[in-house]
């Protein structure tokens, strides 16, 4: 049972990675590439811990999973994370609209025609480049600029700003997302959340779907009731 009836939502405030298209396999890859230099064991707790997880904080996760989180210096872990993020820019820069996962295009035209508003709501600061390559800028006309941010997820603030860019009341919002910080985030931001994936690790969703082929209204709709 959600929080708020399917007729009183009035927008939509996506999470990028792992909803839209499958880049949290490129994060993943290249975090783990820089784990295994860093002689760092990877585990899929650390995996599953990153998704949604801000660069910065992301390094510093995996640093305190291999104890070395006063090994660096600042200006170290600033190139260790431009390291990866060089490595993940290579892997997007190959991007087209066959990256876009099952039904999401269909969802975002169904949310248009039915005038649905819609937001972005990524702590990545490649989520720009990612939309032009899939070619879905223009369904995003609303991007929370993580650079804005004062804490990441899951702190309900993206989420929050989301709602705001959308000039809506969080309540009449729904948040969508693949990771347990973001399922935290967009409850606690007081909005609908729609998990995409494993059931253990998006417990906390108010509707959840095990992928993005299974998000359409009419099923959101049914969930809500
Ligand atoms: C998203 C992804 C994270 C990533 C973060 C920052 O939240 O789920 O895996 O670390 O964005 O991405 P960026 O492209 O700015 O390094
Ligand atoms: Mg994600």
Known sequence: MAK??????????????????DTSLYHTKAWHQL????????????????????????LEMILKAGHKENDYTHDEKVALATEKNTNYVNEISKMTPENILPGIKAFLDDLR????????????????????????TDYFPKIVDP???????????????????????????IGVEDAAAGIEAINAANEVSVGIGDATLLKD????????????????????A
């Open 4 to 21: 708020v009836s399917f007729e009183q939502i009035k927008g939509f405030v996506f999470d990028l990675d792992g909803v839209i298209t």
């Open 35 to 58: 784990a295994d230099k860093l002689d760092v064991t990877w585990s899929k707790e650390l995996e599953d811990g990153l998704k949604g997880i801000s660069r910065m904080d992301s």
């Open 113 to 136: 025609a039915n005038g649905y508003q819609i937001a972005l709501a990524s702590a990545s600061k490649n989520g720009p480049t990612v939309l032009k390559n899939l070619e879905l």
């Open 147 to 173: 650079a804005s941010l004062s804490k990441g997820k899951p702190d309900p603030e993206i989420y929050t700003k989301g709602a705001e860019l959308l000039g809506l009341a969080p309540e009449t919002c």
């Open 205 to 224: 969703a108010d509707v959840r779907f095990d992928n993005t082929a299974e998000m359409t209204l009419a099923n959101i709709k049914k969930a809500m």
